[in-house]
């Protein structure tokens, strides 16, 4: 029967007050609770339900006029946009909009609206990856002049445009083996080989960015991947070999460090270099490359990894990168001249590294010939990489023993696989002899004989004389230079009138060869000299009758 | 008797610096994008789920993370947009976190805001998303165009730069019409309009733009809250263009220190939630006017400011509420941070009944 007081009421409101915020709570917290089952529901359904709902959108702002979008914040008033009718007010123009859109609704269907979408979202990843393409291309032509930091940042854009394209990863990752940033060029063979398990280069790359961290085992594992894609794959033979006798070493490091000095195994010898002024005097001197026997060229190439070892990564680079010029270079059609003369201008850059390369193991060569059997076996491991990674390596080879100015020449000519497979083999061993007996069918054959029968009359007049005069039209067709027709004609009053061998038909045929009257007009006294002989031969031979001679002489330029 | 009620649900203590929080539409699930002290980006996908939160999903990036928006995205997709210390914009795939589907280098400097429309069935149009930066340019992209935004709003030559704090879309209730809003350091406020190209409308508060927002994107602008730094927030009546006096606005005092957020409610769009960089979170209720346009004395319509109701309050820290978020799906459902480096999860009842 007690009062309540207004103090006591207080206290009961604000208790009832709690009473109904934690109910509130509480069932909120349920709530929230099937909420969350709920909205999952929800989710997953949305997950299942694809693409279909979205409908058609406008197209992207301003995209007719790009660059006249920049638009002053201070300007007070800016052009009107054309993509729109300005005659209409906008409710006028909104409600012509909604009736035309539930029409097109109600004739196309759902169906069209997805297509459409379709259609836009091919468009535009075919757009992505044509631009990563071109980022692509880009980055070769930087890394082909050297620019690798430049290359490097092609490289990302393009796999940032289009990151489903192992490509670029794998050229990246070539580009950072160029700097010797091995860790950043196996990570980026790990993501081209996601992207593509079978890309063999890119688990040579990723091999040889594992062999520069040092980690032995997993590049090996690496390199028999690629034994397994590609089981005639030299580098990767080479290079476990390399990993092998790497771990090998190591044994024997870990088993006594005293005499590592002294066991250096036999038949390997460090290329010496020594400051200009001591070096040797005496004149380089040509050798013979023997073929090795494949067993001897085997031990002979264990042995070689090692004195290589130094250059071989350098080396295996090159030839990587070559391999990729390659690439290029095997998408044009060989028969295209145009192509191939404007990939000349392209390969220059690119040789004259080559070039550097090679020259500075010529520069090691005078100490290393006084070892001819480390050069053969050092000679036949280059020609196991040549042989794997074709032409350009092949020329390299071919560079090392014989003449490196052969590799512009050859690099642009349309026969590739024909002269990589002939210098190769040449490089190795064939004597001349043998390419004396052969007869050449094209003028990349005849060129690249040239070169190495040049220098031996004899052998170059053994070899001419079996071309049939009809044939030199064709063989000489692109090469007929001043060079080669002086050593043609010299051969022709050297060997010829000694021989008593008619050459007439010769100096027929070769009047025919395209470019023939500007080589002639060009010719040294001493030429014309020749030709004179020549020609005072053919008359006191007189098998021929005189006006023949004499239109003959005239084309020759020779009174 | 029946205000609502503020309670935090769940607060769970990071290793990062959080810039912003976001839930990913349709889901129980929310982003959270930060700093680690080593300079790298956080982001990070918690469930709410049994009275806790989960992590779900966590990604480090080379860069610091400062905003981010999934505005522009489809429902289906849900693609979060963000911007990053250096300036780069980049779209991610939830479900693939290692490389973005879009990346572009949008601004010189620091991306300090970004919003987007056109997506999640907000806004008519074509998707879009607009950043403003340290660099004092304003852009706007579309995800279908790579490299280059379709619109660019920066000082003329010569002009000093002001530093962009807060862009905002709005009136995108057509396909054509579209606005976005842009707050600066110097207190400069500019409402862009897209359709036409042109600067619609400029004011100036005295003090830096903290954070602006439209009560909703997808219809004709209506209301425009812009917060500043020394404790004061103003809301403008965008319906009705005064063509010397502006739009009619009311400004109000709270948080007694710098007011970084706004957030209108999802479900309610006269019902917003303000959060103060002492710690507190307000929630506020707009009135409208008996009416909403009157006449000055030259027979030219002006707009009428309504009130504003302060509806609770709650202290939930004592550092400043970086970002805060209302669940789009579930009402009353908010995520909040600060930068006492903790997240939480906020329950705002009986929010049915502020009608």
Redesign the interface.
Known sequence: MSKISPHEEKMLNLQY?MK??NQ??QS??KD??S??SE??D??KS??E???S??EI???????LE?KK?????????????PK?ISAYD?RS??KF?VDKACENLDENGPSSSEEEYET?EEW?TE??KQ?AVLEKDKGNEYFKKGDYSMAIECYTRGA??D?TNPLLPANRAMALLKQDKFAAAELDCSIALTLDPLYTKAYLRRGTARLGLNKYEEARRDYERVLQLEPQNKQAKSDIELIEKELAKQQMVSQSTADDSQARPSGIVKAITKPPGQRSQKPLRRIEIEEVGFEDAHEGKAASAKTLEGKSRKMRDLVEKETMDFQKFTVNSPADIANMASYRSDSKGASVQVKAETQSVVENKWDVSEYPETVSSCTSNIDNLAANTNIHAAEKTDGLVKDNRSLNDVSSTPDVSRVSKQSSSQSSSVPKSQIATSVPTTSVQFQADYRHLKHDKEQFYQYFKRIPPADYRTLFGQFLDADVLVTILNVLQGCYIRDHVDCYLCLKHLADVNRFSMIVMFMSGKDTQVLKTIFIHLREIGEHSATDIDTLAVKYEVR | MDKPQIILHVQKSLNYTIFDAKWIPCSAKFIVLGNYARGTGALQIYEVSHGDITLVKEAEKSKAFKCGTFGASSLQQRSLATGDFEGKLAIWNLEALEVPIYSVKAHSEIINCIDGVGGLGIGEGAPEIVTGSRDGSVKVWDPRQKNDPVATMEPGEGETKRDCWTVAFGNAYTAHERCVCAGYDNGDIKLFDLKTMSLRWETNVKNGVCHMEFDRKDININKLVATTLESKFHVYDTRTLHPTKGYASLTEKAHKSTIWQVKHLPQNRDVFMTCGGNGTVNLWKYNYPASRVMQDSDKVDMGVAGTLQLVQNTVLSTQPISSFDWSPDKEGLCVCTSFDQMLRVLIVTRLKQLG
Do not use: C, H, M, T
Not at chain 1, 57 to 63: A, E, I, M
Not at chain 1, 69 to 81: C, H, I, R, T
């Open positions: 007050q109904q915020n509130e709570l909120f917290l929230l609770e909420w969350e909205i999952k929800k989710e949305l997950k339900k694809g693409k709902q979205d959108l406008p197209p992207v702002r301003n995209s790009k979008l920049k638009k002053k914040v201070k300007k007070k008033k800016g052009e009107a946009k729109r906008y123009w909104d909009d836009d535009e757009r992505k631009a940032d445009l990151p």
